[in-house]
């Protein structure tokens, strides 16, 4: 019983925890690219090269942030087991 509470906990934390995540460093991305000179910036950078920079970087946070914290919390809690 003790395990499968903990295993539930551990699907909740690093579920939040990538969400929490994804947004914070979406936000950081869209502030660094938008804090210097917005009309210089979005005519000489096609919106292509935009997307691809954005979503290389997210795809990081939705894929392998998940994977990796999932290994984390399921040896933490089986260490805690």
């Avoid at 979005?42 to 979503?55: A, E, V």
């Amino acid at each position: 019983f003790g395990q499968g509470v903990l295993a539930y906990f551990a699907v909740v934390i690093v579920y939040l925890g990538g969400f929490q995540a994804a947004k914070t460093i979406h936000n950081e991305l869209l502030a660094v690219k938008i804090r210097g000179s917005v009309c210089r910036f979005f005519d000489i950078t096609p919106i292509g090269r935009l997307l691809n920079s954005f979503s290389g970087d997210m795809d990081v946070v939705d894929e392998e942030l998940p994977a990796t914290m999932d290994s984390f919390m399921t040896f933490i809690f089986m260490v805690l087991a």
